[in-house]
């Protein structure tokens, strides 16, 4: 028939054009040109990118949990089954109207990890990224952190401003996205920068 | 809304529109057999390659009969192949992570997700497919889905264009040249950009780094039977576990971004699409993917109009379309700016130098909310289906313009190609109105609007919202289809409409929280993306064939002019009113009720 | 027949027997031939079962709330059957009076075929084949027919475009003829060829009062959107019921968890019936086949009779008019416009002596020259009869008039028969005169040459006369995107100069009915709709061709059968008005449609808020209207049925036609009827709503 033919030929034709040669041009692109974020964008405990896999604390574009009050907390994720989990990526998909009480367990761990902090509390901080896997929050976010963590490692407020804003990535070319701060990153230089005290502190409770 | 949010929409738009003649054009000129700036010269042998084994001719052109037989046959074909593939990648290679086999009636979901150029996801994407089912599987539906779209499309133009024939050209080579010369070269340029912004695109296994902060979490005790095991107190049994290490996902991921942001396709490598920082690294990629779902159908306006020899006839149809959009966008915008009423006393949600403020529930800091709210339109406008935020966790009013412009039909910019075939049905239709309104029988570009061509319009402008409001009707109210919804009451109402309007009209977005991987819903939802891919597919291309075969009627002053802001002004009107009158009970059961009762609080 | 054009809109015989048909129409079958009432019908059995069950006391709501959508159900059927019922009376009405005015027409019918033979007057109307009449100088020829005995000059201007009389006698190939031309002078013996009933007009009047109508093309393709609309409302609407359960079992579940007790109830058949009523295009689906019948009826009222509601439609689509020159674009018959005297007279001499010539000379020219001598050179008019003169009448056999007196002998008549006559006393016809008579000829005018005995005078020129007023009916006709063209046997220069004064588009010159049959067939196939008028036996292959063909009733029977439709005024201007009623017809068709769907938008404020006020009580803040909880569907529906009635006139009567470009009038269409269609329900709502409540 007139259109069996070209139906299987074309078909196998362009899964071979599309499915095998372009992927695997791509691939052979990204390895010439940008290995570092084709492998996933590694970085390494000093926050220098790396293709190493033993060598690497993460990614520089995946979050990870900090619920322990040394750390800027990241923000809340839903993944499951724990958060961050970077292998099965998920929102809350909360509606907004039953959104309250979770918002308001979040609102009381902010609360509770630094109860003089009364200045309000920056609304990303309390609410789960949409991938669950958010390496960012708003300067706001960690901003509203200073005060505990200065506490805790002996930090001048000053310092930690200078900290976050060294991590603070502007709007693309002024003008996409969100000014947003790396909380993987900002953790790992507040751990070179103050190597603690966190050890004379007991280490806080977790969540 | 704030400044912001007015500068980034414009911003966008501004951005889109400068793109469209010159993509435009270059389109016209595949379409035309023109010279394609030196591509037609690298890639022509791959083409001629194809036709000669396929044993077609260039010059072969077949009536919209065989056009329609062959596009069914090969979309067929997809849909067999994405299955198959999904049912035995366990014994194919590229398998690093092991996925076990997909069960039949997700990969029968899946398979007539991807061939149908819906992309609903019922599956978790970095947890069941295998590289080579992304590549071979859903990457390659995610190209010949898209270039089916805009074959038929190419079919209908030149129903509209030409008279007294029956040819509308021929199926294989529109697809062909589609793929090679459209959306291969666009999504490889856009798949280096995104490598860069930090996409990525290996084929070794997942990374595992070990993490700054390990932490713990708790999780019920099973037993062998993979049941919770229950104390003596009927407390269940709790086990604690330790995380020192991340395991991150990765794959072949910009090649398939790429075509699935520009293919209007949507179904992304992993679960939660663009919201995921490496498929959508950064606010410049987040604003080029954006771009991309919208590039190709507002383009096509501009090439229909070179195609019809009056290019206000692109423009028109393409300022109908960007009316709609702003008509959705700027309150989207508003209300995820606003923020969520219940939460004003528990945190800040006001923008500052700051934070963008607003919903930030199921977004990303990156993004925010004013970006996450133009893509949320623009991925229901057009039949997108991506997301870069979660459109279940929206405020119920800036839920509801996602959620109506995927009930509007897909015509707002649409898929590539169906976009534009279904507005144009749309025209036809504010035609015929507006035709009797100034009294004459309806003519569209000199061609006589009649009985048949009226029966075809409206079985296309019935298929989508009757797929929509039965499919929610079923599910509402069968056992296995309310088990589908995580959240409670109205919000659950939303959540099965929303699922279910956006497989009958091919977006493939999605209230996330609907739990729609279960036989009840892979079943239903396939049947509806097939109905409403096909049936409008059909029906398209029996006008294209009744209007190449009339004559062409000089226009005159008693011809209605079909370029005017007046018209504009029509079509807007026709789709506007269709998607109001089918769909208000049904919003007024959903978003409009939750979010009356939310702002009573 | 002016007496159609006076018929009040609800005239109270029609109105009476359209009450009546109101209900016969109930049958299921009518109902079924129009898809949007026939939800209705059901809809209305359906909630009249839900009242009888209702009444056993289990019903869904309240007996008198059941009731009382059931009744305005049923009026609604029965509004949208008195509109067609209406439509077609007046139809029947008007085919009435078409067959008196058509029996009023006198004959003197004869015994014998001799002009002597005993006369009897009778009515045009009884003749039959085989009946013999005779027609004297002013008679209408009542029929078709042959002539059986003498010779006679017959205008037949109004049926062939040819101004000049034509000699018709007994015997040979001149003895064929046509019902309504008139006898000029002599007199014929008829015998004619038709019976009655056979007449094309008794025919045209049995379609009408048939109503047999078939649905046009148009009307179909509109009956196929409505019904697509009616099934997405159908589903919206039923779709409710499922979601309205999930939403009170829903509430209900809360309800019950915090121990109160579950009120939440699904929404009632009955409002779910009332609701697809409203949103259904209740108000075109009912109007529409008034609007089709009413379309034929004012064509009628027109008296343009339409064999088929398809050529009204296509008429409204017409891009190109085809118009004969004679009788459409000039006067029928030709005006005195100058006096050329010959060498050695004077000018006056020559306007003096027509005007003598023409004095009893009753003939539309002979006045015209009476007319142009007085204006012109301020001759009076003189009494004929107080000059002693005797006048001395066309006939056939001389082709000439005039008069004597006081010795005088005074002709005018074709250069050729007075060439004659003073040749014949002796004169000369002077070369200087033969030269103006060719002049005048080539420039498309006539020339009648006037003689006083044997010497030539002069010449009269006659000319073309453009109608007052049809320039401006041609630019009206630019405007509305249709080109004219001016048919004519004239030559090309003299037609160029009449087809410039008169303002058309184009002109055919020495137009054969080949080359009409051509022209026609080349703006086809450049996609375009083509109307002629015509009449003659030669029209006939035109008018089979052009897609809107209106016969003159005066034409022969072969130019009826083969347009479709029949003038019986013979007002070759009346194209332009049948263009006009097939666009009204089709812009109230468009205009109401619209209006009906730009109602919807009111109607679900009116019912939503109520609907799930069980469920959702919150959803009463969409209740913009402030209706009454009570009353509020009751209202939407009684405003839906209403508003049929209220527009009866305008589907009867038809929307206002302006000759506008396309761009305007959907402009003002849309504005009206649009807009206006999503406000007016609003404000109509609310208002019986509050007299629902006073009552």
Same mark, same amino acid.
């Given at each position: ?207 | ?601 | ?493 003299? +037609?160029? =100069?009449? !087809?410039?004064? $008169? ?6 010159? *020495? /137009?054969?009915? %080949? &080359? ?25 292959? +035109?008018? =089979?061709? !052009?897609?809107? $063909? ?6 022969? *029977? /072969?130019?009826? %059968? &083969? ?133």
């Amino acid at each position: 028939m007139k259109i069996i033919r070209p139906t299987i030929i074309c078909f196998l034709l362009l899964s071979l054009i599309t499915g095998i040669a372009y992927p695997l041009a791509i691939t052979l692109i990204a390895n010439v040109g940008f290995r570092h974020q084709a492998e996933g964008s590694l970085i390494d405990k000093n926050g220098r990118p790396t293709v190493d896999e033993s060598a690497a604390v993460g990614s520089f574009l995946i979050g990870q949990t900090f619920d322990q009050p040394q750390y800027f907390w990241s923000r809340p994720s839903a993944t499951s089954p724990m958060p961050y989990n970077a292998a099965a990526s998920s929102g809350s998909n909360i509606g907004p109207s039953i959104l309250g009480d979770t918002v308001k367990s979040r609102v009381d761990a902010l609360h509770q990890a630094d109860p003089a902090n009364s200045s309000p509390i920056p609304i990303d901080l309390v609410t789960a990224s949409g991938s669950g896997l958010d390496p960012h929050e708003s300067v706001a976010a960690a901003d509203y952190q200073i005060s505990r963590i200065s506490r805790i490692r002996r930090m001048d407020a000053e310092q930690l401003h200078a900290l976050i804003a060294r991590h603070t990535q502007d709007r693309a070319f002024g003008l996409f996205g969100e000014k947003v701060v790396n909380v993987l990153e900002l953790n790992l230089e507040l751990d070179q920068v103050a190597s603690i005290a966190a050890a004379s502190q007991p280490a806080a409770t977790t969540k | 809304m704030t400044t912001t949010g007015l500068f980034q929409i414009a911003l966008y738009l501004a951005v889109l529109l400068l793109l469209v003649k010159p993509l435009g054009s270059f389109m016209a000129r595949v379409y035309r057999f023109q010279p394609l700036f030196g591509l037609d010269l690298a890639l022509g042998p791959i083409e001629h390659l194809t036709y000669k084994l396929c044993g077609v001719r260039k010059d072969d052109e077949q009536n919209w009969k065989t056009y329609a037989l062959s596009c069914l046959a090969f979309n067929l074909l997809g849909v067999l192949a994405v299955y198959v593939l999904q049912r035995v990648q366990t014994m194919l290679p590229l398998n690093p992570a092991a996925m076990s086999a997909v069960s039949p009636d997700s990969s029968f979901n899946t398979a007539t997700s991807f061939a149908t150029n819906t992309n609903w996801q019922g599956y978790v994407g970095e947890s069941t497919m295998s590289y080579l089912t992304q590549m071979l599987g859903l990457t390659v539906q995610n190209f010949v889905s898209a270039a089916t779209g805009m074959a038929v499309l190419a079919a209908l133009i030149r129903g509209i264009a030409r008279k007294t024939t029956d040819k509308l050209g021929s199926f294989w080579v529109d697809l062909t040249r589609s793929t090679l010369y459209i959306l291969l070269p666009l999504s490889a340029l856009l798949a280096i950009v995104l490598l860069w912004q930090g996409v990525p695109q290996t084929f070794s296994k997942y990374k595992t780094a070990n993490v700054l902060q390990p932490s713990s979490y708790t999780t019920p005790h099973l037993d062998k039977d993979n049941t919770p095991v229950k104390d003596a107190k009927g407390n269940p049994v709790m086990d604690t576990v330790n995380v020192a290490t991340q395991s991150i996902a990765v794959g072949p991921v910009a090649s398939q971004i790429a075509i699935k942001q520009l293919g209007t396709n949507g179904g992304g490598f992993f679960n939660v699409n663009s919201a995921h920082p490496l498929e959508n690294p950064t606010g410049l990629s987040n604003f080029l993917e954006v771009l991309a779902i919208l590039l190709i159908p507002a383009a096509l306006c501009y090439t229909f109009g070179l195609m019809v020899g009056d290019k206000r006839q692109g423009w028109t149809v393409l300022a109908a379309m960007v009316i709609i959009f702003l008509a959705l966008v700027i309150p989207c915008v508003h209300f995820e700016q606003s923020g969520n009423p219940t939460l004003n006393a528990l945190a800040d949600q006001h923008e500052t130098a700051l934070q963008p403020g607003g919903n930030m529930e199921g977004k990303e800091a990156r993004l925010g909310p004013i970006n996450s709210a133009i893509w949320a339109v623009a991925t229901t406008g057009a039949s997108n289906g991506s997301v870069n935020s979660m459109h279940d966790s929206f405020t119920p009013l800036g839920g509801l313009c996602p959620l109506w412009m995927i009930q509007l039909s897909e015509v707002v910019f649409g898929g590539v190609g169906s976009g534009l075939y279904g507005m144009l049905i749309y025209v036809i239709v504010a035609v015929f109105i507006a035709g009797l309104m100034v009294g004459r029988t309806p003519e569209y570009l000199g061609k006589k609007i009649e009985s048949y061509e009226m029966k075809m319009a409206a079985i296309i402008v019935l298929v989508p919202p009757a797929l929509c409001l039965i499919g929610t009707a079923i599910a509402c109210v069968s056992p296995a289809g309310l088990l589908g919804p995580s959240n409670p009451g109205i919000h659950g109402f939303s959540e099965m409409l929303y699922g279910m309007s956006s497989q009958g009209n091919n977006n493939g977005s999605a209230f996330a929280g609907l739990n729609a991987n279960t036989p009840f819903y892979n079943l239903l939802g396939g049947i509806l993306m097939l109905f409403s891919r096909y049936w409008i597919v059909v029906p398209t291309l029996a006008i294209a064939g009744s209007l190449a075969r009339k004559k062409l009627i000089p226009a005159s002053a008693g011809t209605l002019p079909t370029h005017t802001p007046l018209f504009v002004f029509l079509l807007v009107s026709t789709v506007i009113l269709v998607g109001a009158l089918t769909f208000l009970p049904a919003l007024a059961l959903g978003p409009i009720v939750e979010h009356l009762k939310l702002i009573g609080l | 027949m002016s007496s159609a054009k006076a018929r009040p809109l609800f005239d109270l015989p029609i109105v009476k027997r359209a009450i009546v048909d109101s209900f016969t129409k109930l049958n299921p079958r009518h109902q079924l031939r129009n898809p949007v009432m026939f939800v209705v019908f059901l809809g209305s059995i359906l909630t009249t079962g839900l009242y009888v069950h209702a009444l056993t006391g289990q019903g869904e709501a309240k007996p008198s709330f059941i009731l009382g959508v059931t009744l305005w159900l049923w009026f609604t059927v029965l509004f949208a059957n008195f509109a067609e019922a209406m439509a077609e009376g007046r139809g029947k009405a008007q085919a009435d009076t078409l067959r008196k005015a058509r029996r009023d027409t006198p004959a003197k019918k004869l015994s014998a075929p001799s002009r002597d033979a005993q006369q009897s007057s009778v009515s045009a109307a009884t003749l039959r084949k085989g009946d013999l009449v005779l027609c004297e100088p002013g008679d209408y020829i009542p029929a078709d027919g042959e002539v059986a005995d003498g010779v006679a000059s017959v205008d037949e201007s109004a049926i062939t475009g040819e101004s000049a009389p034509v000699i018709r006698e007994s015997g040979g190939d001149r003895s064929s003829v046509t019902g309504g031309t008139r006898v000029l002078s002599d007199w014929l013996v008829i015998r004619i060829g038709v019976n009655p009933g056979e007449a094309f007009l008794d025919r045209m009047i049995s379609m009408v009062e048939g109503a047999k109508r078939q649905k046009t093309p148009n009307e179909i393709a509109l009956n196929i959107l409505l019904a697509g609309f009616t099934i997405v409302c159908l589903l919206a609407v039923v779709t409710l019921m499922p979601y309205s359960i999930y939403a009170a079992n829903s509430v209900n579940v809360a309800l019950i968890a915090a121990s109160q007790p579950a009120t939440a109830a699904p929404v009632t058949t009955t409002i779910l019936v009332a609701l697809l009523v409203c949103l259904i295009p209740t108000t075109i689906g009912g109007l529409l086949s008034a609007i089709g019948i009413a379309g034929m009826d004012r064509m009628i009222q027109k008296n343009v009779i339409a064999m088929s509601g398809r050529a009204v439609e296509a008429a409204g689509d017409v891009d190109v008019l085809l118009l004969d020159k004679t009788g459409t674009i000039t006067l029928g018959n030709r005006q005195a416009v100058a006096f050329h005297p010959s060498n050695g007279t004077h000018e006056r001499d020559v306007a003096d002596a027509a005007q003598l010539s023409s004095l009893a000379d009753e003939t539309p020219e002979g006045r015209s020259v009476v007319v142009l001598a007085k204006e012109k050179y301020g001759i009076r008019d003189r009494q004929i009869h107080e000059m002693g003169a005797h006048f001395v009448p066309f006939t056939a056999q001389t082709r000439m008039s005039g008069v004597n007196f006081d010795h005088r002998m005074i002709r005018k008549g074709a250069a050729a028969a007075i060439e004659a006559h003073v040749q014949s006393l002796g004169g000369e016809f002077p070369a200087e005169v033969q030269a103006t008579v060719e002049a005048i000829s080539r420039q498309g005018g006539t020339p009648l040459v006037v003689a006083d005995g044997p010497k030539v005078l002069g010449t009269i020129e006659l000319k073309d006369i453009v109608k007052g007023g049809i320039k401006e009916r041609f630019a009206e006709l630019r405007a509305m995107g249709i080109k004219t063209v001016m048919i004519t046997g004239d030559n090309p220069l003299t +037609a160029a =100069a009449i !087809a410039a004064e $008169a303002g058309v588009d184009d002109f055919l010159a *020495q /137009a054969t009915p %080949e &080359a009409k049959l051509k022209l026609i067939r080349d703006y086809q196939a450049g996609g375009r709709l083509v109307a002629m008028t015509g009449d003659g036996t030669y029209d006939a292959p +035109a008018l =089979a061709q !052009a897609d809107v $063909a209106v016969a003159m009733n005066t034409g022969t *029977q /072969a130019a009826k %059968e &083969a347009g479709n439709m029949v003038d019986l005024d013979s007002n070759p201007t009346k194209l332009i008005e049948v263009v006009e009623t097939g666009k009204q017809l089709l812009m109230t068709r468009g205009s109401l449609t619209t209006f009906s769907i730009a109602n919807d938008v009111s109607k679900y404020f009116a019912i939503i808020p109520v609907m799930f006020a069980s469920t959702y009580p919150v959803l009463g803040k969409l209740n913009i209207m402030h209706l009454s909880p009570g009353t509020a569907v009751l209202s939407a529906l009684i405003f839906n049925a209403l508003i049929i009635i209220a527009l009866i006139p305008i589907a009867l009567r038809g929307v206002k036609y302006r000759p506008k470009p396309a761009s305007v009038l959907l402009w003002n269409n849309i504005l009206v009827y649009g807009i206006g269609g999503l406000i007016i329900p609003f404000i109509g709502i609310k208002a019986i709503d509050l007299l629902v409540n006073l009552v």
